[in-house]
T-cell receptor, first 113, second 113 residues
Framework: DQQVKQNSPSLSVQEGRISILNCDYT??????FLWYKKYPAEGPTFLIS?????DKNEDGRFTVFLNKSAKHLSLHIVPSQPGDSAVYFCAAAYTGTASKLTFGTGTRLQVTL | ETGVTQSPTHLIKTRGQQVTLRCSSQ?????VSWYQQALGQGPQFIFQ???????GRGNFPPRFSGLQFPNYSSELNVNALELDDSALYLC????????????FGPGTRLTVL
């Protein structure tokens, strides 16, 4: 039972363009969402998060959008840079479960020159 | 300030054996969470330890057990290894229930033959 889904295993974007990574969830109890970035041979690194009381959160080149009615969130990276090439995981949590995170399967982003 | 470290980096075991994986949390962190990442999947929550007590558990059988020490380092023990236990095991440390301030280690790659 995959409660957090990332349906695109991979994405290729040109440097300078926008990267859009998508994530869907099924559990309506989730009220906190996070994006992590993972390079090979390293652990995931926190990127940006959003609470369910918001529909948008920005941090520099990264913006996360949340559509609660559609149970969908997306991560926008503008402009994309070659150093952004990594695997991106969407994760979700809900109040009362400590910091237990439910992760999606990841999307591999390749930013080309 | 040192980050989260895990040992060993790689490990090969045979079916039925037992294994212990270790995690040193980031300085000042009192919470450790363990995740299993199978090939092509996102990390799956195994359990969490807060101040030496188990504080939440995912859908893993009892042969997965853990321990947290007074210095907040942690061990993950897996008994009666099965082939499906082959995965990357990640630990993450945080101060209390800080969902967006979990810092992951690089992981231990376990192969069960």
């Amino acid at each position: 039972d995959q409660q957090v889904k990332q349906n695109s295993p991979s994405l290729s974007v040109q440097e300078g363009r926008i990267s859009i990574l998508n994530c869907d969830y099924t559990n309506s109890m989730f009220d906190y969402f996070l994006w992590y970035k993972k390079y090979p041979a390293e652990g995931p690194t926190f990127l940006i998060s959003i609470s369910s009381i918001k529909d948008k959160n920005e941090d520099g080149r990264f913006t996360v959008f949340l559509n609660k009615s559609a149970k969908h969130l997306s991560l926008h990276i503008v402009p994309s840079q070659p150093g952004d090439s990594a695997v991106y995981f969407c994760a979700a949590a809900y109040t009362g479960t400590a910091s237990k995170l439910t992760f999606g399967t990841g999307t591999r982003l390749q930013v080309t020159l | 300030e040192t980050g989260v470290t895990q040992s060993p980096t790689h490990l090969i075991k045979t079916r039925g054996q037992q294994v212990t994986l270790r995690c040193s949390s980031q300085s000042g962190h009192n919470t450790v969470s363990w995740y299993q990442q199978a090939l092509g999947q996102g990390p799956q929550f195994i359990f969490q330890y807060y101040r030496e007590e188990e504080n939440g558990r995912g859908n893993f059988p009892p042969r997965f057990s853990g321990l947290q020490f007074p210095n907040y380092s942690s061990e993950l023990n897996v008994n009666a290894l099965e082939l499906d236990d082959s995965a990357l095991y990640l630990c993450a440390s945080s101060w209390g229930d800080r969902r967006d301030e979990q810092f992951f280690g690089p992981g231990t790659r376990l192969t069960v033959l």
